[in-house]
């Protein structure tokens, strides 16, 4: 299942795909950032809203902003995208 509309204030030039799985009795989100800018983006942030709460994350890190919505930044090997490239994270919700 792909969550639409889940990423608001995403840097220009990025898009978001999302993925959602079942995983035993919690739901796992694996997020992919793709660059579509003409340059390389060294640094990005998002923010979401989810279903779940966030109970892990893996490949970013992710700030409670309110009731289920957070703000998403990058670890230091997922914070650069070259131009037409991609980073991916995962987060366990429950």
């Keep these: 299942m ?23 009795r919690n739901n796992y989100l694996h ?3 793709s660059s579509t800018a003409d340059e390389t983006v060294d640094d990005w942030t998002m923010e979401i809203s ?12 992710s700030d409670a902003l309110g ?13 650069r995208i070259p131009s037409g490239g991609q980073v991916e ?6």
């Design 67 to 79: 009731s289920l919505t957070y703000r998403i930044s990058p670890d230091p090997w997922t914070r």
């Design 31 to 33: 997020v992919t950032v």
């Design 50 to 61: 989810l279903p779940e709460a966030i109970v892990g994350i893996c490949g970013a890190r």
């Design 89 to 94: 994270f995962g987060v366990l919700l429950g």
């Design 2 to 24: 792909t969550l639409s509309g889940i990423a608001s204030n995403v840097s220009k030039g990025l898009e978001v795909r999302t993925d959602l799985r079942a995983l035993g």
